[in-house]
């Protein structure tokens, strides 16, 4: 089955505690995308990469790191996280199709942090 | 910037009810428009897309058209279900393959 597949899918932890939340797809996409969704503010792209060893900047990168390694996983890295950090997050895989690149979303991680 | 702005919910219909959900959008050049769901609990899925002016997408009876002279891209469903109740997000293509979101619309469809 083609997915897109984030762990943990909870997660707790205090300010200053440094964490990887993981990503996977197995669809063979070069494009791989993290984004937080907080209320009232949708979605919003942290960073992104466009293939291997390839990664940049979204909107709202502060805070956040990543590397590509390897086609099919993209980890996120919180150094040193901080309260307002406390959000949905969500990877994400793109293909080009019909047109537009088309994204495929995994199924969130919900993480909080005191 | 590249922007989506879609209606505040949240929505509560009645089975069976006419569903609009407005979206306009600021961009420049011609992006592709989208609208995805996401249920309870899940993450976000494709629910359908237009790739250019006049454009008509659909999917499981929802449909959106992509009118450049209004920069809209306006959700419709003819006769709402209880399992439609989700998160409506509309959003447009960004320059590096990227989603530009609007904030999301809650519907709740009633018995």
């Known amino acids: 089955e083609a997915q897109v597949t984030q762990n943990p899918r909870y997660l707790i932890t205090v300010t200053g505690k440094k964490l990887t939340v993981t990503c996977s797809q197995n669809?063979?996409?070069?494009?791989m995308s993290w984004y937080r969704q907080d209320p009232g503010l949708g979605l919003r792209q942290i960073y992104y990469s466009m293939n291997v060893e390839v990664t940049d900047k979204g909107d709202v990168p502060e805070g956040y790191k990543v590397s590509r390694k390897e086609k099919r996983n993209f980890p996120l890295i919180l150094e040193s996280p901080s309260p307002n950090q406390t959000s949905l997050y969500f990877c994400a895989s793109s293909f080009w199709g019909r047109g537009s690149y088309e994204q495929y979303f995994g199924p969130g991680t919900r993480l909080t942090v005191t | 910037g590249n922007s989506v702005t879609q209606m505040e919910g949240p929505v509560t219909l009645s089975e069976e009810a006419f569903l609009t959900i407005n979206c306009t959008y600021t961009a420049t050049g011609y992006p592709s428009l989208f609208w995805y769901v996401q249920y309870p609990g899940e993450g976000l899925q494709l629910l359908l897309k237009?790739?250019?002016?006049?454009d008509k997408g659909s999917n499981k009876g929802f449909e959106a058209t992509y009118r450049k002279e209004t920069t809209s891209f306006h959700l419709e469903k003819g006769s709402v279900q209880v399992s439609d109740s989700a998160v409506y997000f509309c959003a447009l293509s960004g320059s590096q393959g990227n989603l530009i979101f609007g904030k999301g619309t809650k519907l709740s469809v009633k018995p």
């Open positions: 669809m063979n996409h070069e494009y």
């Open positions: 237009a790739t250019k002016a006049d």
